[in-house]
Nanobody, 125 residues
Framework: QGQLAESGGGLVQAGGSLRLSCAAF????????KAWFRQVPGNEREFVAG????????QYSDSVKGRFTISRDNARNTVALQMNSLKPEDTAAYYC??????????????????WGQGTQVTVSS
């Protein structure tokens, strides 16, 4: 099936930065689009950023555009999310995802087939 594993979450003050990383195991995800989603309890999983298979195209939600940057390293089978100018409303569990396609697809979590276990990001005011 393949696994994804996130790392890099934690507690940070508003205005600070964090870098999330996602590594793939048991499967080569280098030819697949990847994305980051986030979720707070009681809410649906929300699209944050997506990247196509070779990194040539990216997409961001309006709430993070200009502050977050998604990138990937296919040689290492990893994807990263650099988060700057963090706000308390960015507090959530962040999930790495991959889909069986080259392109990013829609912003719905249903477009993605593979998921990590999530890493918590907490931004204090």
């Amino acid at each position: 099936q393949g696994q994804l594993a996130e790392s890099g979450g934690g507690l940070v003050q508003a205005g600070g930065s964090l870098r999330l990383s996602c590594a793939a195991f048991e499967r080569d995800f280098s030819m697949r689009a990847k994305a980051w989603f986030r979720q707070v309890p009681g809410n649906e999983r929300e699209f944050v950023a997506g990247i196509n298979w070779n990194g040539g195209m990216t997409q961001y939600s309006d709430s993070v555009k200009g502050r977050f940057t998604i990138s990937r390293d296919n040689a290492r089978n990893t994807v990263a999310l650099q988060m700057n100018s963090l706000k308390p409303e960015d507090t959530a569990a962040y999930y790495c995802a991959a889909r069986d396609a080259y392109t990013i697809g829609t912003m719905s979590f249903q477009s993605y087939n593979y998921w990590g276990q999530g890493t918590q990001v907490t931004v204090s005011s």
